[in-house]
């Protein structure tokens, strides 16, 4: 059974530093992107990060460029999200989700419970 | 950026019901569009991907259709537990832009 299990999110002040972990079990983890989206209390999706399988392509949403850092560790089955500089509007719940290849329009078909970062003074 | 624009933003209907919800893009994407449902407090599940592709163990009342710009997601016949938010994306190029949601509830 595919699991993704986010820990990590808190509360902390506006420029303070967090880091998100994703755990995945049960699929061959190196063989695929993962991607970190959020949601703010009562708002819609924001896509925040891509990290392709082998850590070739990195890509971020503008909003955190420069102040996230997406990595993963293939042995440990792990995707991490460091967060820098936070602001009161990076204040989401922090999904990890697996990406599904070009073939099925690269969809995100495995989400994690989600993990709560709340930054405020 | 992609902009994805859904429509309507929230739409009340009864169990039995035939539904369409819309989601447009500021340009091209192929059939790279994704669509998702979501339910209070729960994590967004993967419905369709490449526009018309059901995943597996979604029921085939949901289907998807469209290509280049304009998409739709069509539910046959509204069953209770289908009331939720639902959501499209498209993964044509970063940022992986998602619509703003369409609320679905009963009337």
Not at chain 1, 64 to 93: P, W
Not at chain 2, 65 to 89: K, N, R, V
């Amino acid at each position: 059974e595919v699991q993704l299990v986010e820990s990590g999110g808190g509360l902390l002040q506006p420029g303070g530093s967090l880091r998100l972990s994703c755990a995945a079990s049960g699929f061959t983890f190196s063989s695929y992107s993962m991607n970190w989206v959020r949601q703010a209390p009562g708002k819609g999706l924001e896509w925040v990060s891509h990290i392709g399988s082998t850590i070739t392509t990195i890509y971020y949403a503008d909003s955190v460029k420069g102040r996230f850092t997406i990595s993963r560790d293939n042995v440990k089955n792990a995707l991490y999200l460091q967060m820098n500089s936070l602001r009161d509007e990076d204040t989401a719940v922090y999904y990890c989700a697996r990406k599904l290849p070009s073939g099925y329009s690269y969809g995100l078909d495995y989400w994690g419970q989600g993990t709560l970062v709340t930054v405020s003074s | 950026d992609i902009q994805m624009t859904q429509s309507p933003s929230s739409l009340s209907a009864s169990v039995g019901d035939r539904v369409t919800i819309t989601c447009r893009a500021s340009q091209s994407i192929n059939n790279y569009l994704n669509w998702y449902q979501q339910k209070p407090g729960k994590a967004p599940k993967l419905l369709i991907c490449a526009a018309s592709r059901l995943q597996t163990g979604v029921p085939s009342r949901f289907s998807g259709s469209g290509s280049g710009t304009d998409f739709t997601l069509t539910i046959s016949s509204l069953q209770p537990e289908d009331f939720a938010t639902y959501y499209c994306q498209q993964t044509y190029n970063t940022p992986n832009t998602f619509g703003q949601g369409t609320q679905l509830e009963i009337k």
